[in-house]
């Protein structure tokens, strides 16, 4: 089974920057796309980024363009998130999300999610 497990989340001033790690592990031989999905109170799961198999392309939802940026190191596995400029509405529990395909994982259909990790933004 492929496990995905995210950390680097916390707490942090409006203005302020967090970077957010998911590798990835398990019995695969597969590359995957990966992404980030995020989910506030009362809300429903959003989009925020994702990246194909090679770090190339990327996509991100508009509320985080200029702000965050994904990328990747393949050499372990791992996808980052970059996020600077942090506003008070990013606050969310933040879930990596893989899967075989590109599109899969901006629609979230991805075939893995990890356990999700939380990030406030203070006023």
């Known amino acids: 089974q492929v496990q995905l497990e995210e950390s680097g989340g916390g707490s942090v001033q409006a203005g302020g920057s967090l970077r957010l790690s998911c590798a990835l592990s398990?019995?695969?031989?597969?590359?995957?796309?990966m992404g980030w999905f995020r989910q506030a109170p009362g809300k429903e799961r959003e989009f925020v980024a994702a990246?194909?198999?090679?770090?190339?392309?990327?996509t991100y939802a508009s509320p985080v363009k200029g702000r965050f940026t994904i990328s990747r190191f393949n050499a372990n596995n791992t996808v980052y998130l970059q996020m600077i400029s942090l506003k008070p509405e990013d606050t969310a529990v933040y879930y990596c999300?893989?899967?075989?395909?590109?599109?899969?994982?901006?629609?979230?259909?991805?075939?893995?999610w990890g356990q999700g990790i939380q990030v406030t933004v203070s006023s």
């Open positions: 999300n893989a899967a075989r395909s590109f599109t899969s994982v901006i629609t979230g259909s991805g075939d893995y």
């Open positions: 398990g019995r695969t031989f597969s590359p995957y796309a």
């Open positions: 990246i194909t198999w090679d770090g190339g392309p990327t």
